[in-house]
């Protein structure tokens, strides 16, 4: 007969070990779906994470503004001088042509030296006049070797200009670039942050135009300044409600420090392009928000990246942000850097 045998039962230890080993399994496993699907930031984190995007969005958009105002610049001294240098080379060009035909007036009496023609003449008044021509045909050689040399070291010295501004012009490029595709990531970076969120967290990080809005202050009381100061603020405060959009001069949407610039334009006083240059300009007031008058630059920041203006009652105008507008803020609200007088 056929023997039937039990099949062999699983040691103790084999059991231990795959019992363990498949509670390592589940733990990988939960481990994968973690990393796989992460837990969504909270509200609060993202509105923290966008805030410092924001801060850091206006940075760079500063550093912009000032790389487009320098190449600005740098383009215009590359044009005036490359039409410098075309008119030297002309002025060379002609200067050469004078020579070659003082050379060619010697060449073609220059079969027997001068000296020996002129004595051979009959005629002596003529000879006298050859004389006379002769001696003006050296000076002119000699004079007009003096100005092509003078050209040419000029000429040599506006290339040389050229090239220098070309090559700082390439730097600048280089730096505007750089700062433009840094705000575009920092925006992107934002954008996608916020798109985690439902509509109504979004909104609530956001705000809405409303929540945007300085109608909650009490504007009527303003003091009215005079002068340039006053046409300031008028200019500034007329552009309420107008979006911000980084590297904008106006005259209908602006960056912190082109609100500044152009409502200054629109009194006749011209200031630099960045909050940071701004922060230069006119007097020293300090930073106590109580010694400031209508007009006043309000400097915010360590790194002074973001300006405001000065209305009075504690308050200032500014281009706060992207996706917000122009609109009054108490000035307190933003660590101050400097107050300047203009």
């Known amino acids: 007969m056929a023997s039937h045998r039990r099949p062999k039962q699983p040691s103790r230890a084999r059991v231990v070990v795959l019992t363990a080993a498949a509670a390592t399994a589940v733990a990988l496993s939960a481990q994968v779906?973690?990393?796989?699907?992460?837990?969504?930031?909270?509200?609060?984190?993202?509105?923290?994470?966008?805030?410092?995007?924001?801060?850091?969005?206006?940075?760079?958009?500063?550093?912009?503004?000032?790389?487009?105002?320098?190449?600005?610049?740098?383009?215009q001294q590359a044009a005036q001088l490359q039409d410098q240098v075309a008119r030297g080379q002309d002025q060379m060009t002609q200067l050469e042509v004078g020579l070659a035909a003082v050379a060619g007036e010697q060449y073609r009496s220059g079969g027997i030296d001068q000296s020996v023609q002129l004595m051979l003449s009959s005629d002596p008044?003529?000879?006298?006049?050859q004389a006379?021509?002769?001696?003006?045909?050296?000076?002119?050689?000699a004079e007009t070797l003096k100005q092509l040399k003078d050209q040419q070291r000029r000429l040599d010295q506006e290339k040389q200009e050229a090239a220098d501004i070309l090559a700082q012009l390439d730097r600048s490029t280089q730096t505007l670039n750089e700062a433009k595709a840094t705000v575009q990531q920092?925006?992107?970076?934002?954008?996608?942050?916020?798109?985690?969120?439902?509509?109504a967290d979004r909104a609530a990080v956001v705000g809405d135009r409303a929540s945007r809005s300085d109608a909650r202050f009490n504007l009527a009381n303003l003091p009215q300044p005079g002068g340039y100061a006053g046409a300031a603020v008028a200019a500034a405060m007329s552009r309420r409600g107008d979006a911000y959009v980084w590297g904008a001069i106006g005259p209908s949407t602006f960056d912190?420090?082109?609100?500044?610039?152009?409502?200054?334009?629109?009194?006749?006083?011209?200031?630099p392009r960045?909050?940071?240059?701004?922060?230069?300009?006119?007097?020293?007031?300090?930073?106590?928000?109580?010694?400031?008058?209508?007009?006043?630059?309000?400097?915010?920041?360590?790194?002074?990246?973001?300006?405001?203006?000065?209305?009075?009652?504690?308050l200032v105008v500014h281009a706060p942000k992207t996706g917000d507008v122009v609109k009054v803020m108490p000035a307190n609200t933003l660590p101050i850097s400097t107050i300047r007088r203009v």
Not at 125 to 129: E, I, Q
């Open 33 to 75: 779906s973690a990393s796989a699907a992460p837990a969504k930031p909270s509200t609060d984190e993202v509105k923290a994470q966008v805030d410092k995007l924001t801060q850091d969005q206006e940075v760079a958009s500063e550093t912009y503004d000032g790389a487009k105002e320098r190449a600005d610049q740098l383009r």
């Open 125 to 129: 008044a003529n000879y006298l006049a």
């Open 132 to 141: 006379s021509g002769a001696e003006q045909i050296t000076a002119t050689e």
């Open 186 to 199: 920092k925006l992107q970076d934002s954008r996608n942050l916020l798109n985690q969120l439902s509509a």
């Open 256 to 271: 912190c420090s082109g609100l500044m610039q152009w409502a200054y334009a629109q009194a006749g006083v011209s200031l």
């Open 274 to 314: 960045t909050s940071q240059e701004q922060a230069t300009v006119g007097t020293n007031v300090g930073t106590d928000i109580s010694l400031a008058q209508p007009g006043d630059l309000v400097i915010f920041f360590g790194d002074q990246h973001h300006v405001g203006m000065y209305i009075g009652n504690g």
